[in-house]
């Protein structure tokens, strides 16, 4: 399935936080996560629970929601299957490609490292995963 243009516009180049959400096992987990996004892929760098999960079960959501003073504007949830890369080259041109958006923002020291398991915190488990979309919806409030 191919992402909606209405949908890429909105999330292309935006930098808002994306939740991955995973379960193995019938546990769900969902954590908030930077993303970058191109051509019907969501990517993102981490570790820990999210990247473990992955490994176990390829099938994850993600969803992405624009606030303005906080309240909702809009919403969009996608599912897809995770691709694991730990190819060196890869996870840095990732890096390249995410980080920027995020860190010229003015973020607290948590936000500002990726938080507790995500690519900025320098762990050395972490990979890059690439959400291949295969449905999406935008819901506008």
Same mark, same amino acid.
């Given at each position: 399935?191919s !992402? *909606?243009?209405? /949908?890429?516009d909105?999330?292309?180049?935006a930098?808002?936080?994306? &939740?991955?959400?995973?379960?193995v096992? +019938? @546990? *769900? &987990?969902v954590a *908030? !996560?930077w993303?970058?996004? +191109?051509?019907?892929?969501?990517s993102t ?5 999210k990247l ?7 099938r994850?959501a993600v ?5 303005r003073?906080g309240?909702p ?10 691709e694991?890369?730990? =190819?060196?080259? @890869? /996870? ?5 490609? /995410?980080? *920027?958006?995020?860190r =010229?923002?003015? $973020?607290d020291? &948590?936000?500002? =490292?990726?938080?507790? +398991?995500?690519?900025g915190?320098?762990?050395?488990s972490n990979?890059l /995963? ?5 449905s999406a $919806?935008?819901?506008?409030?």
């Open positions: 399935m !992402v *909606p243009a209405e /949908i890429e909105l999330i292309a180049g930098a808002l936080s994306a &939740h991955l959400a995973t379960t096992d +019938d @546990r *769900p &987990h *908030p !996560v993303y970058g996004y +191109d051509d019907g892929i969501v760098l981490t570790g820990g629970r473990e999960n992955c490994r176990r079960n390829q994850v969803s992405i929601e624009r606030l003073e309240d504007v809009w919403m969009v949830a996608m599912q897809g299957t995770a694991i890369v730990e =190819d060196a080259g @890869r /996870i840095e041109a990732a890096r390249e490609r /995410i980080f *920027p958006k995020y =010229d923002r003015e $973020t020291s &948590h936000e500002a =490292d990726g938080g507790e +398991d995500d690519a915190s320098g762990g050395s990979a /995963i690439e959400v291949s979309i295969g $919806t935008l819901q506008r409030y």
